[in-house]
């Protein structure tokens, strides 16, 4: 995907730890395809954040309505760390999925397993305890644990900062009370 967008004149941009890509009430008028970096899609409500999904490389990242309807964004996407993203205007992309139909399936192979990810994060989110959902995520997702700020760890998670730092000590506890027997 990425040559063929190359292929077709489209800008690469970088964009700084905590840059927005995208402000929330604006309109997307691109796919973004991620080289390299972290970006979130995020809400701020009441003066708290929600991060909704993380993408890294390879990932594509867009609010999809916003960049199919032209109508403003409900979320915002902001750099986790320095981010090296290719920008395909919507006008590139219809030329492109018409030209290069291979592109329209690794395009609906990104969104398949996006709306996977969201599904799984909306079950988990009113079935499983926190500890549950930490445990998932450091299972399907270990770059995150690795790569985010606890913070967003948390925000992630659907708990506070501390209530994480709580979960991370009490299973830290229960590995090494493990390992002595």
């Known amino acids: 995907m990425w040559d063929a967008a190359c292929r077709a004149g489209c800008e690469t941009e970088r964009i700084a730890p905590d840059a ?3 402000r929330e009430g604006a309109v997307d008028s691109s796919l973004h395809l991620v080289r390299s970096g972290c970006l979130q899609a995020m809400l701020r409500r009441a003066g708290k954040e929600y991060a909704l999904e993380v993408f890294m490389e390879g990932d594509a ?3 999809m309505d916003s960049f199919a309807r032209g109508v403003p964004s409900v979320f915002a996407i902001q750099a986790v760390e320095e981010s090296e993203i290719l920008d395909i205007p919507w ?3 219809e030329r492109l999925l018409r030209d290069e139909p291979a592109l329209g399936r690794d395009i609906a192979e990104h969104h398949r397993r996006w709306i996977v990810r969201l599904t799984e994060r909306i079950m988990e989110l009113v079935s499983t305890s926190p500890q ?3 445990l998932r995520l ?3 997702r270990p770059e ?3 790569r985010l700020p606890q913070y967003k760890i948390a925000s992630m998670l659907g708990v506070t ?8 000590s009490r299973l830290a506890k229960t590995a090494r009370s493990t390992s002595k027997a």
């Open 91 to 93: 006008s590139v992309l």
């Open 161 to 168: 900062p501390e209530t994480l730092s709580r979960i991370r």
């Open 144 to 146: 995150l644990i690795e």
């Open 132 to 134: 549950e959902r930490y």
């Open 61 to 63: 990242i867009a609010s």
């Open 138 to 140: 450091s299972a399907r």
């Open 20 to 22: 927005f890509l995208l």
